[in-house]
């Protein structure tokens, strides 16, 4: 959870993402040995970010151009009272925001550039990514390593850009604070459906780009996307952790603060018709948010969002959320040609909502046995233990007479 705050703080100071990481995890390692003789300190995420900060000030110290480096850097790095905790949940640490903008610089690839922040941002694991890019677990270990060696071979500056520099970075910014998102809104795998820390932070980092940017329509657009979604946390679990689908959620228990953040943010995005792909999605999400119940969601409005998203962004996840919109509205015999187009597709080979979502279109349509055989596909290929069960629980109901 502080990982994020720990390596911005000590890429602050060595310039280095690669070597800030490794000083984070001596951080760590020191609580470690610490901690259970001196006890748990009061603040530990500011412990930890303290002892990384002292230990990136020894490590520049004990370099040849140490004159040189605490010019740059400052001579009051060492006195400064450094607080790393940010002032409110709707606040973000200055160097953390530096660390997403230099972890996605135009040195790097578009891929190794959303790897990277993901892994020093988001915290996320190898194969989470992964999971994320629909890509094998050693390519993305390939492109982390690569693209620290590229920033520091680059001399790449820990700083917040400007003018076009900025522009030219943000559309991976956006696309990885999206991504860190997803993955605590669905976990990959483990016994949890949702990892309520990423959500936080990306809902953070999104605020905080918000109010950076304020006339980027695309940045509140992902911010509404996010307020949107987040407000639905607390209804998609049941009280033993088991994932409850959209249509049997309780509305109620959709946090109506979200709801109206998001509201707020989707109108500062524009006016719809120059909406981008982030602003789309959020327009989609409102649909729901204002629908009283599932029934009186109008299917039919967001159908056509899905099709001008597949205009502006194709992809396979879009138009498979699509042909759900169009079930919605037309009925499942009009959705399940547009799903089964997309058998064919590689990045979708294991991808679990692919069968998860033919498997409902073909019980609506009375094809049990079918239906069956695809909710048990969709039970293998997911890592998520609840998702697993609750596809499981699905295929079992098909079996019975």
């Known amino acids: 959870m502080e990982s994020a705050r720990i390596v911005a703080t000590a890429a602050r100071v060595v310039r280095d993402v690669g070597i800030a990481e490794e000083i984070a995890q001596d951080a760590l390692v020191a609580a470690l040995e610490q901690w259970p003789r001196d006890g748990v300190p009061d603040r530990p995420g500011a412990w930890l970010t303290a002892t990384a900060k002292h230990r990136a000030v020894d490590l520049v110290r004990r370099r040849e151009t140490y004159a040189r480096k605490l010019a740059e850097v400052g001579r009051t790095l060492t006195e400064e009272s450094y607080d790393p905790e940010p002032?409110?949940?709707?606040?973000?640490?200055?160097?953390?925001?530096r660390l997403v903008f230099t972890t996605c610089h135009p040195v790097l690839s578009a891929e190794a550039r959303a790897a990277l922040t993901l892994r020093l941002v988001g915290g996320l694991r190898t194969?989470?990514?992964?999971?994320?890019?629909?890509?094998?677990?050693?390519?993305?270990?390939?492109?982390?390593?690569?693209?620290?060696?590229?920033?520091?071979?680059?001399?790449?500056?820990?700083?917040?850009?400007?003018?076009?520099?900025?522009?030219?970075?943000?559309?991976?910014?956006?696309?990885?604070?999206?991504?860190?998102?997803?993955?605590?809104?669905?976990?990959?795998?483990?016994?949890?459906?949702?990892?309520?820390?990423?959500?936080?932070?990306?809902?953070?980092?999104?605020?905080?780009?918000?109010a950076?940017?304020?006339?980027?329509?695309?940045?509140?657009?992902?911010?509404?996307?996010?307020?949107?979604?987040?407000?639905?946390?607390?209804?998609?679990?049941?009280?033993?952790?088991?994932?409850?689908?959209?249509?049997d959620q309780d509305r109620r228990r959709w946090n109506r603060l979200l709801i109206r953040r998001g509201f707020d943010a989707l109108a500062r995005a524009g006016d719809g018709r120059g909406y981008g792909p982030y602003a789309l999605q959020a327009a989609i999400a409102a649909c729901h948010a204002r629908a009283a119940s599932y029934r009186e969601t109008d299917w039919a409005v967001i159908a056509g969002l899905y099709g001008r998203l597949m205009e502006l962004a194709p992809s396979p996840v879009v138009e498979l959320n699509?042909?759900?919109?169009?079930?919605?509205?037309?009925?499942?015999?009009?959705?399940?040609?547009?799903?089964?187009?997309l058998a064919a597709e590689p990045a979708l080979a294991r991808y679990h909502l692919l069968p998860s979502v033919r498997g409902d279109l073909l019980a609506r349509l009375g094809r049990t046995d079918e239906a069956r055989a695809e909710f048990e596909r969709a039970a293998e290929l997911t890592r998520n233990e609840p998702e697993r069960a609750l596809l499981r629980e699905r295929a079992g109901e098909l079996a019975r007479p």
């Open 87 to 97: 002032s409110g949940p709707g606040d973000i640490d200055d160097d953390v925001l």
């Open 127 to 210: 194969d989470e990514i992964a999971r994320a890019f629909l890509v094998p677990e050693p390519t993305v270990a390939a492109r982390i390593t690569r693209a620290k060696r590229a920033l520091a071979a680059r001399g790449v500056a820990f700083e917040v850009p400007y003018g076009e520099d900025r522009a030219a970075r943000l559309g991976s910014v956006l696309e990885v604070v999206y991504l860190i998102f997803n993955e605590g809104y669905a976990a990959t795998a483990g016994d949890d459906l949702l990892r309520p820390a990423l959500c936080e932070d990306a809902l953070r980092l999104a605020r905080g780009l918000a």
């Open 322 to 341: 699509r042909a759900v919109a169009v079930s919605m509205a037309e009925g499942p015999a009009a959705a399940l040609p547009l799903v089964d187009a």
């Open 212 to 247: 950076l940017m304020p006339g980027e329509s695309e940045v509140h657009g992902l911010a509404a996307l996010l307020e949107l979604q987040a407000s639905r946390t607390a209804a998609r679990t049941g009280p033993d952790g088991r994932p409850v689908l959209l249509a």
